[in-house]
């Protein structure tokens, strides 16, 4: 049992990493053990900036004593890593997606569910406002359709547009607004997708776009729309009709109209990300969630992985592919 102080270890140090170790650093009931990267260079750099100290390798990091591991490294890279903390008995909060396959992620379910850890991964928009209105705004209504989108630019880390990788933009990136489509929408149980196999720059191998359809288990349909061709985050985030009732909900902002007219809520994205962080720290010490945030258990968000791994199934296959639709 965890009493006053969570002591976190953090395992990756790139981008994603960092901003998780700057709001941990900040919480007076969090104290940073260290951070292990393959790259040292990067794992000292980040430890001097939020005060502690690096670790040569995992080994060197849970002999500090570890009560919770923060891992953020990148897709290729997941499954060993999760299942050897989730053995010392560390609880896990894992950045998305979970792997490149549903396979690595069902082994480290396995291994989680038989530790018995605390779970919870970077499926950070649910602990948005906007996210936590849009809920209210759809308990007890009938979706009909829902419409997801990312359009966005290559992001700049070397991994990201090789699909063994990075798993491609669905795997990698969609997966956010299909664990919204799940949350709001309820489960999907069968999708049918296309890509333009097109790369995006010469020596990669990651899909320009993809197409997909949504059969929802409640009766409504969807699509997922994705690109990486463009040199700017364009749009990532999911509309949703009911009878007289439409959301538009992203990172940023909410929309809704209605027959009382046209609302907008907008929200500071970072606030989300800080709220995901503060609720899993408060859920290892027994508290309830102070920020707004919410923990998503790694057996939640593998439903939403298997969403997207269908998806970029179906793309390889060419048909379509059935999900279990029941919770
Ligand atoms: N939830 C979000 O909004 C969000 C935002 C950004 C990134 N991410 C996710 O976080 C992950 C990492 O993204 P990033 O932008 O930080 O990537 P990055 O490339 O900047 O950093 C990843 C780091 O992990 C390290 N690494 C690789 N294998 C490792 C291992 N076995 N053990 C420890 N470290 C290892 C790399 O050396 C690198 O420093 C990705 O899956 C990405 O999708 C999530």
């Known amino acids: 049992m965890i009493d006053t102080e969570v002591r976190v270890g953090i395992v990756g140090a790139g981008g994603v990493a960092r901003r998780h170790a700057e709001a941990l650093a900040s919480m007076p009931d969090v104290g940073l053990v260290g951070v ?11 430890a001097a900036t939020v005060g502690t100290t690096p670790a040569d390798d995992l080994d060197a990091l849970l002999a500090r004593g570890v009560d919770a591991a923060w891992v953020c490294v990148p897709p290729f890279a997941h499954g060993e890593v999760e299942t050897r903390l989730a053995v010392a008995g560390v609880a896990l909060f894992v950045e998305k997606p979970l792997g490149l396959d549903v396979a690595a992620a069902e082994q480290v379910h396995a291994a ?39 359009l966005d630019k290559v992001p700049p880390v070397p991994w990201w547009a090789q699909r063994g990788s990075s798993g491609g ?23 049918h997708a ?11 191998d990651v899909d320009s776009a993809t197409a997909g359809t949504l059969r929802f288990a409640g009766g409504a349909v969807g ?37 009382e007219g046209i609302r907008t809520v907008e929200v500071d994205p970072a606030d989300a990300r800080t709220a995901a962080d503060r609720a899993f720290v408060d859920h290892l010490l027994g508290r309830p969630p102070s920020g707004g945030g919410i923990v998503v258990d790694y057996g939640e968000a593998l439903r939403t992985h298997r969403l997207a791994c269908a998806l970029a199934d179906s793309v390889a296959s060419g048909g379509p592919v059935a999900l279990d639709g029941a919770r």
């Open 36 to 46: 292990t990267d393959p790259d040292g260079g990067r794992a000292a750099d980040l």
């Open 112 to 150: 989680v569910v038989t530790a018995g850890v605390p779970t919870s991964v970077g499926h950070h928009w649910r602990s948005s406002a906007v996210v936590a209105r849009a809920r209210e705004l759809v308990a007890g209504r009938t979706i009909r359709l829902v419409s997801a989108t990312w």
């Open 169 to 191: 933009q669905v795997v990698e990136q969609a997966v956010h607004v299909l664990d919204l489509a799940r949350l709001l929408a309820g489960e999907v149980t069968a999708v």
């Open 194 to 204: 296309v890509a333009d196999a097109a790369p995006p720059s010469p020596g990669t």
């Open 223 to 259: 699509t997922l729309a994705a690109t990486c061709r463009l040199a700017w985050k364009h749009r990532a985030g999911i509309e949703l009709y009911a009878d007289d009732l439409a959301l538009s909900v992203s990172e940023e902002q909410l929309t809704v109209r209605d027959s």
